[in-house]
């Protein structure tokens, strides 16, 4: 599998937080954010290509709606297996505080549930729904560059006591 290293660059004006929300949401589907401005993604780089002309296409939407000082620079690093085995334990540590975080959020939404009415559980589909599509991404992310570690054991094991307690309540 070829692995590519995202580096982008973003100038934007202290006012602009929509335009950063925009930019992050994109950078987001690029592959795992290592941190502000470094992505490692596994996926086509005519794909990556695509989504960053795409983001380009967004700023310089508002650049034109007035806002003034924005600036976007990005760069594609084929990585070589050397290069990744370089970068691998940053992509192992950026999992590791990617599923501890997913584990305290697991945990406060367990409690919610148990401590809500059956009758009212319902309700809380939306918020399981959204644990469920962030719990997929770290499991995509675990497969593709083929870490393991005893925190992803933990959130599955209580990703499972989750969905049979928020089921079990809803019956």
Known sequence: MTFYLILTYVSLPEESEEIQEDI????????????????ISWRDREDL?????????????????G?????????????TEDQYKA?????????EVLCQSM????ESFLEQVRST???????????LQEIEE???KIVEFHKVF?????????????????RAEFYRRLK
């Open 24 to 39: 992050d949401r994109i950078i987001e589907e690029l592959g795992l954010r290592i941190t502000r401005g470094v992505v």
């Open 49 to 65: 290509e695509r989504r960053l002309l795409r983001l380009k296409d967004v700023i310089i939407r508002r650049l034109e709606e």
């Open 67 to 79: 806002y003034e000082g924005v600036e976007f620079l990005y760069s594609i690093v084929e990585l």
């Open 87 to 95: 970068v691998r334990n940053l992509v192992a540590k950026k999992l």
């Open 103 to 106: 584990i305290s959020r697991v």
């Open 117 to 127: 009415s059956p009758r009212e559980v319902r309700k809380l589909r939306k918020t």
């Open 134 to 136: 962030s719990f997929k």
């Open 146 to 162: 083929d870490i393991k570690h005893s925190i992803f054991d933990r959130l599955n094991k209580l990703m499972s006591e989750l």
